[in-house]
């Protein structure tokens, strides 16, 4: 009986190696924060190899997740994106699949933005009042109630008289995960009222479902053509696509501290994040061009503070840190366990 069962995993092993063989192109998933990225260094990786130019599909973070851990072999994406770090319970789910052998790359860092059109007021935000605009539930009395601020001169005076209207990701994005963790939660604990209730996270990061805040899928793209067409919503997306639409749209500043390049490398912007992807070590040998597509992604003309991802919005990571997943990369370092 064991005989049987090493022999036929021995054939799975050769099945999987053989149908990965059929398969000539890097399948990439995953955030549709990195997507730009990882589109321009697969356009780049194509012009300049022999290798055919990776196919990229923008799912969201938790949905790329989804499908890299799903299993080994041809059907299955070899890299995906994340504009946040693997959970725990997605490792778990790698591993009952038998995605074992992963890679996890950071590449730089993003912040993300609260942007509105040109055509309407440049708005500047605290924490607690981002949090009293698009809370499911708010601090009032000395209990939690469904929130009841319809319009941003509601929540404080010194706001315009106007309807809070704010499109932005969905549950499975990993812009959405930052964003209530970050500035979600770091509102929460500022608003009045808050600690004697001892809210918990997940009070602090369920979103208003009344129409105030409207989920605009994966597609930033699309939240900023439907800012032009509205001057007085706002959108939530990474600093990337602000710095490529600064002609439409305008950053919100945020506890007095506008989204630039510099106020997020600094960390004095206070809504940033870093971003990843992961390598699924399996398909490495037997898809071709993974580990050169790793070389251009992580060379210096790439995602140096002189490197065209730079030019795209990519805030870069210290030169240590460049160095060591570089090297996480080239060797195709099991760091996520």
Known sequence: ?????????????????????????????????????????????????????????????????????????????????ASRAIKSSEIETCKKNGVTNITEVKIGYDGIVVANSKAGPRMELTLDQLFLALAKQVPQGGKLVDNPYANWNEIDSSLPNAKIEVLGPPPTSGTRDAFVELAMEGGCKKVEGAKDLGLEKKACHAIREDGAFVEAGENDVLIVRKLEANPNAFGIFGYSFLDQNLDKVQGTLVTGVEPTFENIASGDYPISRSLYFYVKGAHAGTIPGIKEYLAEFTSEKAWGPEGYLADKGLVPMPDAEREQYRADAANLTTNVE
Do not use: W
């Open 1 to 81: 009986m064991i005989k049987k069962t090493l022999a036929l995993a021995a054939i799975a092993t050769v099945a999987v190696a053989g149908s990965a063989d059929a398969r000539d192109q890097i399948r990439i998933v995953g955030s549709s924060t990195v997507y730009p990225f990882a589109t321009t260094v697969a356009e780049q990786f194509g012009k300049t190899t022999d290798f055919k130019t990776p196919v990229i599909e923008s799912t969201g973070s938790g949905g790329g997740l989804k499908l890299f851990c799903a299993g080994v072999g041809i059907e299955h994406p070899d890299v995906t994106n």
